[in-house]
């Protein structure tokens, strides 16, 4: 295994821990959340405090509104939302997936990931949401920051709907990302409804490994 993600267990992948005990981790700045509850790993919430700062000076607030969701947070996100739909669990699963991850498939878990300002598509489209969109195309990367879920075209043909609030710290992301590849299958998605379907949809696939061209 390469020695760049060596470090990372499959817990941490799949989402299965506690990051407010985790030592990676810190609580993010109320400053800079919506809450006080929310978390990410140091480096990333490092870089994020710097982003956000640059923003401030421009007239630009970013707030983080979701950070890490692990397994079991995500477990009922997803289970809330299976239960409030009908059809087979094949359909209901990939309504779902339009947004919603299954448990164990987040980026979420990994404390790289977060959603800034708003997660309603339509407020990107007001005054605000385009200024801030506008600010982060131009300016995230600078702090080592990517818009993970672009809108679907031949580039990114499969996977989630476009996010424009969710946001991803590269440098650590990619190293995640690899060692999902190698790491994770589709007999650690389960424990959740609809789980039997994972394999079927080639969740792993389509929705995790679907961002870089080189991971497919």
Known sequence: MHTAFAQFTKEELTGKFNPESHKDFQRINVEYASHGNH?????????????????RKDGVR???????????????????????LSGTPFDRATRILQY??????????????????????EYFNTPTGQRVYTWLQNNAWKYGFFQ??????????????EEKWHWSYKPLADLFLWAYRMMVSYEDITG???????PIIKVIDSHVLSILPDFR
């Open 39 to 55: 978390f990410l790993r140091r480096e990333v919430a490092e870089a994020f405090y710097r982003m956000a700062e640059a923003a």
């Open 62 to 84: 970013l707030i983080i509104v979701s950070s890490t969701r692990n397994y079991y947070r995500q477990k009922t996100i997803w289970e809330n939302k299976y239960s409030n």
């Open 100 to 121: 919603s991850s299954m448990p164990g498939t987040s980026r979420h878990h990994w404390g790289t990931d977060f959603d800034l300002n708003s997660v309603d598509p």
């Open 148 to 161: 993970p879920y672009s809108a679907v075209n031949q580039t990114r043909d499969s996977g989630y709907m």
């Open 192 to 198: 959740f409804q609809g789980a039997e379907v994972a």
